[in-house]
C-alpha cells in the first residue's frame, strides 16, 4: 500500500524516528488502522541495526547497580560506522536499559565569545550573542567556573532578544558553592531564530576564574536553508563514565 511504502521509504533514507498520531474515532475515516498496519508491516520487515551502524565492538565495560547488572558495549567501529551503544546480558542479548546512537551526523564546533557586561540594575551577567540564524540540531553551550563569595546565592540563565525582553520558558536558577567548581548551560530550540543572547546573571561578588562558549551544530539536511544533504559521522565513539553520576 502507499502506507507501507512511504515508511520504508524514510526508514531507506535515514529517518530514525516518526511522530504517529492517533485520531480520534469523529475523524479517523480508517487512517488509525492503515497506520497501525504500516507500522507493523516496517517492523516485522526492517526493525535491524542500520549497517552503517553496527560491525565490531570497540570498548565494553562493566555496570553494576545493586542487583541490576549488565555489560555496555560500543558496536560499530572503524571507518563507515556511526557506533550503536547498547546494553548486554551475559549471554549477549541485548538488557534493554541503554540502545542509542549517540552521533548519527558529523558535529561542527565554533568557538563563540562569552563576556561580562553590566546590566541596567547595576549587576553582572556573562553574556553570549548576538546568536544568528541559530536552528534545530544546534546547542550553544556556556560554562563558568567560579565560586560564590556568600551561601544561598544563585546563578540565573535566560535568554533575550537584540530588540528587547526576555524569551519565557528559558528562565532557571542554579544555586552556587563556595568552592571553585563548573556551571554548565546548554541552549537549544526546535525552530529557527535569530539575533538571541544567551545571558546568566551573576550574584554580588561572583568570581569568575574561567569562561567559555562554543556553537555545535549537526550537519543535517536542512532544506529551508537551502541545504539538501547533511554529512554522517563516520569512525564509531568511544565512552566512559561518570563516577559522580553513578
Given at each position: 500500500?502507499?502506507?507501507n511504502?512511504?515508511?520504508?521509504?524514510?526508514?531507506?533514507?535515514?529517518?530514525?524516528?516518526?511522530?504517529?498520531?492517533k485520531?480520534?474515532?469523529?475523524?479517523?475515516?480508517?487512517f488509525?488502522?492503515?497506520?497501525?498496519?504500516?507500522?507493523?508491516?516496517?517492523?516485522?520487515?526492517?526493525?535491524?541495526?542500520?549497517?552503517?551502524?553496527?560491525?565490531?565492538?570497540?570498548?565494553?565495560?562493566?555496570?553494576?547497580?545493586?542487583?541490576?547488572r549488565?555489560n555496555l558495549?560500543?558496536?560499530?567501529?572503524?571507518?563507515?560506522?556511526?557506533?550503536?551503544?547498547?546494553?548486554?546480558?551475559?549471554?549477549?542479548?541485548?538488557?534493554?536499559s541503554?540502545?542509542?546512537?549517540?552521533f548519527?551526523?558529523?558535529?561542527?564546533?565554533?568557538?563563540?565569545?562569552?563576556?561580562?557586561?553590566?546590566?541596567?540594575?547595576?549587576?553582572?551577567?556573562?553574556?553570549?550573542?548576538?546568536?544568528?540564524?541559530?536552528?534545530?540540531?544546534?546547542q550553544?553551550?556556556?560554562?563558568?567556573?567560579?565560586?560564590?563569595?556568600?551561601e544561598d546565592?544563585?546563578?540565573?540563565?535566560?535568554?533575550r532578544?537584540?530588540?528587547?525582553?526576555?524569551?519565557?520558558?528559558?528562565?532557571a536558577?542554579?544555586?552556587?558553592?563556595?568552592e571553585s567548581?563548573?556551571?554548565?548551560?546548554v541552549?537549544?530550540?526546535?525552530l529557527?531564530?535569530?539575533?538571541l543572547?544567551?545571558?546568566?546573571?551573576?550574584?554580588?561578588?561572583?568570581?569568575?576564574?574561567?569562561?567559555q562558549?562554543?556553537?555545535?551544530?549537526?550537519a543535517?539536511?536542512?532544506?529551508h536553508?537551502?541545504?539538501h544533504?547533511?554529512?554522517?559521522?563516520?569512525?564509531?565513539?568511544?565512552?566512559?563514565?561518570?563516577p559522580?553520576?553513578?
Open positions: 500500500s502507499d502506507a511504502e512511504q515508511l520504508v521509504y524514510v526508514w531507506k533514507n535515514g529517518v530514525s524516528a516518526i511522530h504517529a498520531m485520531w480520534p474515532a469523529s475523524h479517523d475515516r480508517g488509525n488502522q492503515t497506520m497501525t498496519g504500516a507500522i507493523q508491516h516496517l517492523l516485522d520487515h526492517y526493525d535491524r541495526p542500520r549497517s552503517t551502524v553496527t560491525g565490531g565492538v570497540g570498548q565494553v565495560k562493566a555496570f553494576t547497580d545493586g542487583e541490576r549488565f558495549a560500543a558496536i560499530g567501529t572503524g571507518e563507515g560506522k556511526r557506533g550503536l551503544l547498547k546494553s548486554l546480558r551475559a549471554d549477549g542479548t541485548w538488557e534493554g541503554v540502545y542509542a546512537v549517540p548519527r551526523t558529523v558535529v561542527t564546533i565554533k568557538s563563540l565569545n562569552a563576556r561580562t557586561v553590566r546590566r541596567p540594575d547595576g549587576g553582572s551577567a556573562v553574556e553570549v550573542g548576538p546568536l544568528r540564524r541559530i536552528d534545530g540540531g544546534e550553544i553551550v556556556l560554562v563558568i567556573n567560579g565560586r560564590s563569595v556568600a546565592q544563585v546563578l540565573r540563565f535566560n535568554v532578544h537584540a530588540s528587547g525582553g526576555f524569551l519565557p520558558g528559558y528562565d536558577v542554579v544555586k552556587t558553592r563556595l567548581r563548573e556551571y554548565r548551560f541552549l537549544r530550540t526546535q529557527p531564530a535569530d539575533e543572547f544567551l545571558s546568566v546573571s551573576l550574584p554580588e561578588g561572583f568570581r569568575i576564574d574561567s569562561m562558549a562554543r556553537r555545535e551544530t549537526e543535517m539536511a536542512r532544506p536553508l537551502d541545504q544533504t547533511g554529512q554522517p559521522h563516520q569512525g564509531g565513539f568511544t565512552f566512559d563514565w561518570l559522580s553520576l553513578l
